[in-house]
């Protein structure tokens, strides 16, 4: 099995920024892509970003591109997303996701999930 575990989550000014950790364990050789995705109050869960484990290659929704970064660490088991002008609408649980699928931004594709990390951004 396939453990995942938020860190980073708080408080941030609009205009500020955060970073978020998620660390790996378990079983993990069959994880293609790693991924985030987040939960306003009251709205749906929504594809944040992904990256693929082994080449490198990102996925952005289109409202978080060229803020918000994604990036790995293989040797630490471990994804990162940087997130840059955040806005008091991007409020929300961040949930880390991983997936057997290449390149997937959608969330039925993922079969493992964090517990999430709360962000709250304030105006």
């Known amino acids: 099995q396939v453990q995942l575990v938020e860190s980073g989550g708080g408080l941030v000014q609009a205009g500020g920024s955060l970073r978020l950790s998620c660390a790996a364990s378990?079983?993990?050789?069959?994880?293609?892509?790693m991924g985030w995705f987040r939960q306003a109050p009251g709205k749906e869960r929504r594809f944040v970003a992904a990256?693929?484990?082994?080449?490198?290659?990102?996925y952005y929704s289109d409202s978080v591109k060229g803020r918000f970064t994604i990036s790995r660490d293989n040797a630490k088991n471990t994804v990162y997303l940087q997130m840059n002008s955040l806005k008091p609408e991007e409020t929300a649980v961040y949930y880390c996701?991983?997936?057997?699928?290449?390149?997937?931004?959608?969330?039925?594709?993922?079969?493992?999930w964090g517990q999430g990390t709360q962000v709250t951004v304030s105006s």
């Open positions: 996701a991983a997936s057997t699928k290449t390149g997937p931004t959608t969330q039925g594709l993922y079969a493992y």
């Open positions: 378990g079983r993990t050789i069959n994880i293609s892509t």
């Open positions: 990256i693929n484990r082994r080449v490198g290659n990102t």
